[in-house]
C-alpha cells in the first residue's frame, strides 16, 4: 500500500520500473500511472517460458491492446503446520478458521494477500475481480479469522 500511496500522491513517481503482482498492475494501469511498454525494445521476453508470453491471457497486464507488465514468476498461497501440533493434515484453506486454532493462526501480514485467500476459501473462481457484495463478505470472514490469530 506504501507504493499505491506514493504513486497517487500527484506528482510524477521516482520509478522507472516496479514489481507488483497483476491485481496492482491493473489497479495501477487502470488509474493511468503507467506507461505502456514497447515489446520490441524488450528482446529477452522471447526467452520467456511459454506460459509467460500469453500476455493476453494473463489477466491485469494489459488494458485495451497495451502491456504494462511483463510476467516473470508466479506463486501459489500455501498452508503450513507443524506435524507435531497438527496431525491431520489440513485440506483447505478454512482450517484457518477453525476454533480449535484460536490463538494459534499465523497470517502474512498483506492485505491483498489475505483477501485473495480468503476469496478462494469462500469458493470465488477469481480472486482479483470481485464485486462490492464478495469484497463484504471476505471483510466479515477476515474479522472472523481474527479471534484465531497469533498476537
Known amino acids: 500500500e506504501a507504493l499505491w500511496d506514493k504513486m497517487h500522491q500527484g506528482k510524477t513517481p521516482q520509478f522507472d520500473v516496479l514489481a507488483a503482482n497483476t491485481a496492482e498492475i491493473q489497479r495501477y494501469a487502470h488509474d493511468n500511472l503507467l506507461a505502456p511498454l514497447d515489446l520490441g525494445s524488450l528482446p529477452n521476453t ?11 491471457s494473463i489477466a491485469g497486464l494489459t488494458k485495451q491492446g497495451a502491456v504494462y507488465a511483463i510476467p516473470f514468476t508466479y506463486s501459489t498461497m500455501g498452508l503450513i503446520y507443524d506435524r507435531k501440533q497438527v496431525s491431520v493434515a489440513p485440506h483447505s484453506m478454512n482450517e484457518l478458521w477453525n476454533p480449535r486454532y484460536r490463538g494459534k493462526v499465523l497470517d502474512y501480514n498483506s492485505a491483498q494477500h489475505n483477501f485473495s485467500f480468503t476469496a478462494l476459501a469462500l469458493g470465488y473462481p477469481d480472486p482479483f475481480q470481485l464485486n462490492s457484495a464478495q469484497m463484504q463478505t471476505i471483510t466479515r470472514k477476515l474479522i472472523d479469522l481474527r479471534r484465531n490469530l497469533l498476537t
Open 46 to 56: 522471447k526467452r520467456q517460458l511459454p506460459r509467460f508470453r500469453a500476455l493476453s
